[in-house]
């Protein structure tokens, strides 16, 4: 089945396979059978994800504040779940070990939803990596895969990192 219409910068699938795309400035959402059941308007730089089975949004407009939302498929609404009090550069799936990973300026961070609390993974200042990430993977505290821009070769690289003890 054909879902969307032109470029998606964004798709999630909740535990039911409901479907939410993120596309010109809206968030649409689809049934499992790929009927568009709905549609949210929304402001520029929302990501969307999925943790224990639930689909979420999370807005983060550069230089500002981010804000949590839970994808409501019934009611074609979000609900925010919190503000947060830091500026978000990108986000990472927990893979199953966390609710959500946020990447900032300074390093990775997991996040959990129920207790709003967040909890440093890995620094980058501390870590003696030079360069900044634009996009991070993370397997779990100590295994880490990032994307960065390489001004020697004018492209994308990808590195793997693993943390060799509990002092580094």
Request: with cysteine; charged share 30%.
């Given at each position: 089945t054909y879902i969307g219409d032109g470029?998606?910068?964004?798709?999630?699938?909740?535990?039911?396979?409901?479907i939410a795309v993120y596309q010109d400035n809206s968030i649409k959402l689809y049934s499992p059978e790929g009927v568009k059941t709905g549609e949210i308007n929304v402001e520029p730089w929302y990501q969307l994800f999925n943790s224990n089975g639930e689909c979420y949004a999370a807005l983060y407009v550069?230089?500002?504040?981010?804000?949590?939302?839970?994808?409501?498929?019934?009611?074609?609404?979000?609900?925010?779940?919190c503000k947060l009090d830091y500026r978000i550069n990108s986000i990472c799936e927990g893979n199953g070990k966390y609710d959500v990973c946020f990447a900032f300026e300074d390093?990775?961070?997991?996040?959990?939803?129920?207790n709003n609390t967040i909890e440093e993974i890995i620094n980058w200042v501390d870590?003696?990596?030079?360069?900044?990430?634009?996009?991070?993977?993370?397997?779990?505290?100590?295994?880490?895969?990032?994307?960065?821009?390489?001004?020697?070769?004018?492209?994308?690289?990808i590195k793997l990192i693993r943390r060799v003890n509990e002092e580094t």
């Open positions: 470029y998606s910068d964004d798709f999630v699938i909740d535990q039911y396979e409901n550069p230089g500002q504040d981010a804000s949590l939302n839970k994808i409501d498929f019934e009611k074609n609404k979000l609900i925010e779940i390093g990775v961070y997991s996040y959990n939803i129920k870590s003696d990596i030079e360069e900044r990430p634009e996009e991070v993977c993370v397997f779990d505290s100590d295994t880490i895969v990032y994307r960065y821009f390489d001004s020697t070769t004018h492209g994308s690289n």
